[in-house]
């Protein structure tokens, strides 16, 4: 045994399995009965990801996954059925991870001396060894693999096929050389083509990369795999914060942090030190998400996280206990005593289908010890410490950037997400605030839902989250700052900052958690008059202190994710300068959440319509809209009916329903409370000031006037220094290569462009994207064009059309203004070439450009690469839709200048 356990230790499991263990050993065998019973099915197709396949049309769900089905597919939702190749061709995504994950299983087996089991594990591999090279490489949508759609998922999927090898080296030799040679070794090739640097994807990556080079006995990749510069190592580092929490989230904290399992583990096998306070932060991690669990025992549905995921599920449960063996921690045992003990009804675990490490996240469940999978069965404790519950508490995470406050035992919960941005899979949501009491999510995070529907927009804006935005855009991508934490005394308070929200806005929040209610002030400043929105999700109907409702159109930003676009059935009131106004909103269960609120200047309160929860319909919600460039919004939000009333001054005075009165005040020393209850009063002192424990981001993009300009005319030839590549570098996929000029003349900017060798493969204009939420265009023959110009931004995609010379062009959206331009095409030996004018009026000029050509040769699913202007820097074309980052636009010198 050379990845996971040595074989001493696998002797020692043995007689675990057939003692404390056995019920986790048995249910396991039971479920691969199956597959003794019949021919192992192999999918002659690799998998496709699109915007029908696996997913029920009538309500977004998931359709479920039945390994022994591939062509009937059921919604867990509704009962339809739904048949085709976009269904098929999803399931075969799962089903080649669940079958790789079986291939574990009965190594494991047979390893511990059930030869059962053997005939099974060869089948599977054998089978894989023939077919492996027979799945072509092309037509992905995130990196480069045979079986899926994305390099990551192969990289898992190699991961189960090593270890199972592993556990079968010493049993059957010949099967493990064969696997090594047909499989391993060309598939951690494809894997090593594709580095995502600090994704959670990498993890995955490097996990598989380290597994493949112990097993071909290459040092030299294992430790690049683990000490590389997107190594292991360096997601302990950098991805793992030193909070213990994986920067984008806790949905890809646990993602991330199983793949980190698998690189340590195999690490600390081979003998391969790891640096002591890394390891400290690595096994910080396990509990990491338990800290911010909502009352339901959920995790809050930050950035790209799926919505609402029960921590009741047996792969979380599964990795607690690997946490647990590793070292004791009070945190594990409680969370295991929850999970194991608390009186919560039996579902199904889907534990059957389970595909390897890619989450599909259950219903919650109670839980034993034998819902575990084979991990367990090879590396958890072989008995539990008596488990012991740990009442919840609240937790501040300052590297993640978030603060949690708990109320009642835990039942009242208050956040204030306010700090990291999350990278690629982060929200534009700094300032996000949560409330939920006991199952009720009074303000919530949506996370988000399908990659592939254009509601992935909604959930992706600021409008969607209760946080500000500035000018009806989303927020730009920065990072806060936490001013002040403390909680003493049933109070808690946290001060924190976002600068350059927008441009010139700086905006504060500032919450004060009481054991009922909570006082939350937003102020902003800005150094120019701004439109500055407050979206609160609740359905709030205003009691008074607003003017009457009238419907009107809420105006706000045209970009993608700006939000707006989502958004109807609005109607506005008004309330005036520091006019108290009283709201109210029900839950489905009849329980009421009250809102008090004061602004320092006149403020709409809009009420709209947009989508709710993925997969829960549409919801109502409210936007305090203020005109100014300074100001400040006080609210008092309360979840129990204990709070009579509020009133707003110099400080927040709250009175209680019992008499009490709690007077609020803040000064440069932290916030003080004055408890008043008849004759008497305490109070409540809340310091813990502080600077920043966060530092801001800063990315570093070129202006044009920094960039070598190009003098005009100019005749530039486009090839492998700009080609920006799919599956196939430049070589493999035959030189692609155009001519563009470049020309300036009577007041017009004049772009030739001459694409060789091109199968003319255009996008029709009816042409419909079912594979996500990106332009069809993108995916034919066509070219992207950018201009910078004195005036502003543009951006436009062209495509000919057969039949004529006319091109079709479509300004690209959230690249300013519409501008005049004209475009021809005519068919050339090998390809095509296409005639631009940009006509410019008096004193207006073009200042920077950028040209993409896409390429798509007949026969495939989705472009094969681009060739760009501004070079292609050894990137790659996914996920990049017709989006362009302006800083790569290249400065043009006129001839007259």
Same mark, same amino acid.
Do not use: K
């Given at each position: 045994m050379t990845l996971l356990v040595t074989s001493e230790t696998l002797a020692g499991r043995r007689a675990i399995a057939a003692g404390p263990l056995a019920p986790l050993a048995q249910s396991l065998a039971e479920e691969l009965r199956p597959l003794l019973e019949r021919e192992v099915y192999f999918p002659t197709r690799k998998a496709l990801l699109s915007r029908e396949g696996g997913r029920c049309a009538r309500d977004g769900a998931l359709l479920d996954f039945d390994p022994f089905s591939p062509h009937e597919h059921r919604c867990p939702t509704c009962g339809e059925v739904y048949r085709g190749e976009l269904h098929d061709r999803f399931w075969i995504y799962w089903y080649q991870l669940w079958l790789a994950e079986r291939a574990v299983h009965a190594s494991l087996f047979t390893a511990l001396g059930d030869d059962r089991f053997a005939a099974l594990a060869g089948a599977i591999l054998d089978g894989y060894v023939?077919?492996? *090279?027979?799945?072509?490489?092309? %037509?992905?949508? @995130?990196?480069?693999?045979?079986?899926?759609?994305?390099?990551?998922?192969?990289?898992?999927?190699?991961?189960?096929?090593?270890?199972?090898? *592993?556990?079968?080296?010493?049993? %059957?030799?010949? @099967?493990?050389?064969?696997?090594?040679?047909?499989?391993?070794?060309?598939?951690?090739r494809i894997i090593a083509e594709y580095d995502e640097g600090a994704s959670n994807r990498q993890v995955w990556n490097d996990a598989a990369l380290f597994a493949a080079a112990r097993l071909l006995g290459d040092q030299h990749a294992a430790e690049e795999a683990l000490f590389g510069r997107s190594g292991i190592v360096s997601h302990l580092e950098n991805g793992l914060l030193a909070d213990g929490t994986w920067y984008e989230g806790e949905n890809y904290h646990l993602f991330a942090h199983r793949g980190l399992w698998y690189g340590v583990t195999m690490a600390e096998r081979a003998g391969m030190s790891v640096q002591r306070s890394l390891i400290e932060r690595f096994q910080r991690g396990f509990a990491a998400p338990l800290l911010t669990a909502l009352p339901d025992y959920t995790l809050p549905s930050r950035r790209d996280s799926q919505y609402a995921i029960s921590l009741r599920q047996w792969r979380i449960a599964e990795h607690i206990e690997l946490g647990l063996a590793r070292e004791r921690d009070p945190m594990l045992v409680g969370a295991l005593a929850r999970l194991y003990g608390d009186d919560v009804p039996r579902r199904d675990t889907r534990r059957r289908t389970s595909s390897a490490d890619v989450e599909r996240n259950a219903p919650s469940s109670s839980l034993a010890r034998a819902d575990m999978s084979w991990r367990g069965l090879l590396c958890a404790l072989p008995e539990l410490p008596p488990l012991e519950r740990v009442p919840p508490s609240s937790a501040l995470l300052d590297a993640q950037g978030i603060a949690v406050f708990r109320r009642d035992h835990g039942r009242g919960y208050v956040a204030l997400d306010y700090g990291h941005p999350g990278g690629g899979h982060g929200h534009p949501d700094r300032l996000n605030l949560l409330v939920a009491d006991a199952d009720t999510r009074w303000l919530d995070d949506f996370g988000t839902g399908s990659y592939v529907d254009p509601t992935l927009h909604w959930y992706r804006s600021t409008l969607a989250h209760n946080a500000p935005l500035v000018d009806g855009h989303s927020q730009d991508r920065v990072s806060g700052e936490l001013l002040a934490h403390d909680e003493r005394g049933g109070a808690g308070w946290i001060a924190a900052r976002v600068r350059g929200i927008a441009p010139g806005v700086d905006v504060e929040r500032t919450l004060v958690v009481m054991p009922s209610y909570v006082i939350d002030l937003v102020a902003w400043r800005a150094t120019r008059e701004c439109t500055f929105d407050l979206p609160l999700h609740a359905d709030a109907t205003v009691v008074e202190g607003c003017t009457a409702s009238d419907s009107a159109a809420l105006a706000g930003g045209s970009g993608v994710e700006d939000g707006f676009n989502f958004v109807d059935e609005t109607a506005v009131q008004l309330a005036r300068a520091r006019a108290p106004v009283d709201a109210r909103a029900m839950s489905e269960s009849g329980r009421e959440l009250a809102l008090w609120a004061s602004s320092s200047s006149d403020t709409e309160w809009w009420l709209a319509t947009a989508p709710g929860p993925p997969g829960h319909g549409e919801h109502r919600f409210r936007v305090l809209r203020t005109t100014t460039p300074s100001g400040e919004h006080q609210l008092v939000w309360s979840w129990l009916d204990d709070v009579a009333s509020v009133a707003f001054g110099d400080g927040i005075r709250v009175a209680l329903r019992d008499g009490t009165v709690h007077e609020h005040r803040r000064d440069a020393a932290g916030w003080h409370v004055r408890i008043i209850a008849g004759t008497s009063s305490d109070g409540i002192e809340l310091g813990g000031c502080r600077g920043a424990v966060i530092p801001e981001l800063v990315f570093e993009n070129a202006h044009l006037n920094d960039r070598a300009a190009i003098r005009l005319p100019a005749a530039i030839a486009l090839a492998k220094a700009h080609y920006r590549r799919s599956e196939e570098s430049w070589n493999p996929a035959r030189h692609p290569t155009a001519r563009l000029t470049l020309d300036w003349r009577e007041q017009s900017l004049r772009i030739d462009i001459d694409v060789r060798d091109s199968d003319r493969n255009f996008a029709p204009a009816d042409a419909v994207n079912r594979y996500d939420n990106e332009p069809a265009a993108i995916n034919g023959d066509g070219v992207q064009l950018y201009l910078e110009t004195t005036s502003g931004a543009h951006a436009w995609m062209l495509v000919p059309e057969r039949g004529g010379d006319r091109v079709r062009v479509r300004p690209i959206a959230e690249w300013g203004a519409s501008h005049p331009i004209v475009a021809s095409w005519r068919e050339t030996a090998t390809g095509y070439a296409m005639s631009i004018t940009v006509p410019f009026t008096a004193g207006e000029r073009p200042t920077g450009i950028d040209v993409i050509v896409n390429e798509m040769p007949a026969g495939r699913e989705r472009r094969r690469g681009q060739l760009v202007l501004s070079g292609a820097h050894a990137e790659f074309v996914y996920l990049r839709g017709d989006r362009h980052d302006p800083s790569r636009l290249l400065a043009l010198q006129l001839p007259d200048a």
């Open positions: 023939e077919r492996y *090279d027979t799945y072509p490489n092309v %037509d992905n949508v @995130l990196g480069p693999t045979r079986l899926f759609f994305s390099t990551y998922l192969e990289a898992i999927w190699l991961l189960q096929i090593c270890i199972a090898t *592993d556990l079968l080296d010493g049993i %059957d030799p010949a @099967l493990a050389a064969r696997v090594r040679d047909r499989i391993i070794e060309p598939s951690r």
